[in-house]
Nanobody, 114 residues
């Protein structure tokens, strides 16, 4: 059974930083995060493949950095220069080698407010 454990998130002032982490089990191909703000659809924030290919949403480019440790099946999302519009629940996800479905973490709240 695939398990994801998320940590990080919280309340931060505009311009501040937060770091999310996600640990999982299995042969993982892709690790990443989506986010969902109230009344909006879930959207991709960033993702990284096992080989290190990275994809960022336009809103994350230049401010967020995703990284991973393949040996420990852990990924991190460093979020800098946070804006109020970054407020959302952030969901870690993974995709296993040879599979097409995503597995999801429980989500963590990120609130950017003064």
């Amino acid at each position: 059974q695939v398990q994801l454990v998320e940590s990080g998130g919280g309340l931060v002032q505009p311009g501040g930083s937060l770091r999310l982490s996600c640990a999982a089990s299995g042969g993982i191909f892709i690790m990443g995060w989506y986010r969902q703000a109230p009344g909006k659809q879930r959207e991709l924030v960033a993702a990284i493949t096992r080989g290190g290919i990275i994809n960022y949403a336009d809103s994350a480019k230049g401010r967020f950095t995703i990284s991973r440790d393949n040996a420990n099946n852990t990924a991190w999302l460093q979020m800098d220069s946070l804006k109020p519009e970054d407020t959302a629940v952030y969901f870690c996800y993974i995709r296993l080698l040879g599979e097409s479905q995503n597995y999801w973490g429980q989500g963590t709240q990120v609130t950017v407010s003064s």
